[in-house]
């Protein structure tokens, strides 16, 4: 059974930094997309870093690019988001998320966490 855990989220003024963990188990052996989605109160869910586990390859989201990495170790374990200069529009539930297809379309994603709150206040 796949299961994605996401730990890591908070209160951060604007300006300052965050570090996300996804703890995955259960993923297929086979390289995989890992990636972060977020979804702010009333909008749709956006991608908002990917990595593939096969080579390390990674692909962030024009508003993050810049500000965030996006890491793993041990590929397909654990998951990190390294948010920097953090943003009050970069509150929202983020979300860990797995998947065998290239895409920011969050319904091609097949495996999902429950999501961590991001909250920061000017």
């Known amino acids: 059974q796949v299961q994605l855990v996401e730990s890591g989220g908070g209160s951060v003024q604007a300006g300052g930094s965050l570090r996300l963990s996804c703890r995955a188990s259960g993923l297929p052996n086979s390289g995989l997309f890992m990636g972060w989605f977020r979804q702010a109160p009333g909008k749709q869910r956006e991608g908002v870093a990917r990595i593939y586990t096969g080579d390390g390859t990674t692909s962030y989201g024009d508003s993050v690019k810049g500000r965030f990495i996006i890491s793993q170790l041990n590929a397909k374990n654990t998951l990190y988001l390294h948010m920097d200069t953090l943003e009050t529009e970069d509150t929202g539930m983020y979300y860990c998320?797995?998947?065998?297809?290239?895409?920011?379309?969050?319904?091609?994603?097949?495996?999902w966490g429950q999501g961590t709150q991001v909250t920061v206040s000017s």
């Open positions: 998320a797995a998947g065998r297809l290239k895409s920011w379309f969050p319904t091609l994603w097949d495996y």
